[in-house]
């Protein structure tokens, strides 16, 4: 059965992934302007990755007999934006507690799915785990490396050719 509950809180869920894309996009916007032609790529295509995430959810949400409604416009996640003024390490520290929130989200979403005995939900979120435990041990690393490197230009340089070697599966 397809509670109430559980539908509202999937909803709330595919608001998030859609922030985080947004966020995500706003932050390789960033990196591109500044000159890292590198962290732009992984960025644009994590953004792309959360909106996946989103549609899966909607996906799931219509085939239960829900309806994936969004919210309209004025919702303030259309303003997420990453300032101008920041810097890199900023950057990955916000991306890493963005990531951090959503996997506590998700865990809230399997228990109200044990609560409710929704099982083909409990099922479904398995991808999310997995999926959370990989991005987050990823910004974890990358938050690590550069807070080793701190201001060092080479070092920069270096990261920067080498997340787009490593990490990005999209590339234009
Ligand atoms: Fe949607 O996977 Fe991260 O946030």
Same mark, same amino acid.
């Given at each position: ?97 963005? !990531?951090?929130?959503? #996997? $506590?989200? %998700?865990?809230?979403?399997? =228990? &109200?799915?044990?609560? *409710? @005995? ?16 990989? !991005?987050?041990?990823? #910004? $974890?690393? %990358?938050?690590?490396?550069? =807070? &080793?490197?701190?201001? *060092? @230009? ?19």
């Amino acid at each position: 059965m397809f509670s109430e509950i559980i539908q509202t809180e999937l909803k709330k869920q595919l608001i998030r992934e859609l922030e985080s894309s947004q966020l995500y996009l706003s932050m390789a916007s960033w990196a591109e302007y500044k000159g890292f032609d590198g962290i732009c790529e992984f960025l644009y295509d994590h953004s792309n990755e959360e909106r996946k995430h989103m549609l899966k959810l909607i996906r799931y949400i219509n085939k239960r007999g829900g309806y994936a409604v969004f919210p309209n416009q004025s919702s303030s996640l259309f303003f997420k934006e990453f300032s101008l003024r920041s810097s890199l390490k900023e950057l990955f520290q916000k991306l890493l507690e963005q !990531e951090k929130e959503i #996997s $506590k989200e %998700i865990n809230k979403l399997v =228990e &109200l799915s044990l609560q *409710e @005995k929704d099982y083909f939900t409990y099922n479904f979120l398995q991808w999310y785990i997995e999926e959370q435990i990989e !991005e987050e041990a990823l #910004s $974890k690393m %990358i938050f690590n490396q550069i =807070e &080793l490197i701190g201001d *060092e @230009k080479v070092g920069l340089y270096l990261f920067n050719r080498d997340i787009r070697k490593n990490y990005v599966t999209n590339m234009k």
